[in-house]
């Protein structure tokens, strides 16, 4: 996003760079529908079908036409959804009450909204990722507890990520590389009969994500471990409760026009991080986040939903 003069002012270059380079283990949605940057003005959202994976005849006779491929096709504009919160610091937490708050003070105040908004974006994440509806027929699988559902005994977990593995690949030609598993699957997966029995003889006392990824044929396996709640005295609720299976390329292919899963669509820029300025009826500097973002499913193809898997 180009900004005007009179924009420029008000934008913290350095908090904003704080901002944009937020990070937290503790979120995983970003793995599946990971950001990519647009433009503010005439952006479309790029969605891909099978066609995005055909093999295309290249070769061709001499002075006859070259064929033309263009991958994905342009369904709607993109509409993000912005998010607006101001980090604060009281005037309390400064030792000298005339002197602006430390770089110290500022960056905490900006690293604790953008957990807020990020938490809010792994809602998003998964609201999409989780919705059966979204998936097709040959993308989605509902196990049944006591029968094929992990926490039974004989239930091979490899063997059924095969047949997942391979759902994928029938449909996009390449083979999944990301699982995100809901706490309860994972702890399902852990106690599994045949996986305990698979590293029975490791050093490791407990299931790990690598030992997992080897066992189930991909690349990345992530836990998604986050806990929401929309009223601060209300239970909190885990934001994932099933497990996907997805294909998302490299992080140095990914951009609008690459076949993934998902994508999430930031405006350039963002987040942003306005100059603080003090407010008298507070006692506090206070520090405004802007974040214009959204995720979306853009290759439902690639990507597997399952239910039920913890029983």
Known sequence: MTLSRAQARVVDPVLSRTA?????????????????????SGVMLMKFGKEAFVRYLTRRA??????????????????LFQDSLEGVVPREWIRDSESLPGVNHQITAVNNVMRSIMLGHEVDVAALALDANNYGINNKIALTSGVDSWEVGTVN??????????????????Y????????????????????????KYTSSDSLTTAMAAKY????????????STVEADAAFDD?????????????????????????????DGHPMVEEG??????????YPVEYER??????????????GAAG
């Open 20 to 40: 944009q380079g937020y990070k937290s283990q503790e979120f995983v949605g970003h793995h599946l529908m990971p950001f990519v940057n647009i433009s503010r």
């Open 62 to 79: 001499p002075g006859s036409k070259v064929s033309r491929v263009q991958y994905g096709f342009a369904s709607e504009p993109v509409a």
């Open 157 to 174: 977990v490899a063997k059924q990520f095969r047949a997942y593995r391979e759902a994928i690949r029938a449909q996009i030609g390449v």
């Open 176 to 199: 999944p590389n990301t699982v995100v598993f809901s706490p309860d699957d994972w702890n399902a997966l852990a106690e599994n009969a045949d996986v305990r029995d698979r590293f």
């Open 216 to 227: 189930l044929e991909v690349d990345n396996v992530y836990i998604g471990k986050s806990v």
């Open 239 to 267: 934001i994932w409760t099933h497990t996907v299976l997805a294909y998302v390329p490299p992080e140095s292919e990914r951009n609008i026009a690459v076949p993934s899963y998902g994508y999430s669509y930031r405006l």
């Open 277 to 286: 300025y003090y407010e008298k009826d507070i006692k506090s500097w206070v």
């Open 294 to 307: 959204r995720p979306y499913l853009v290759g439902m193809n690639a990507g597997f939903l399952i239910q």
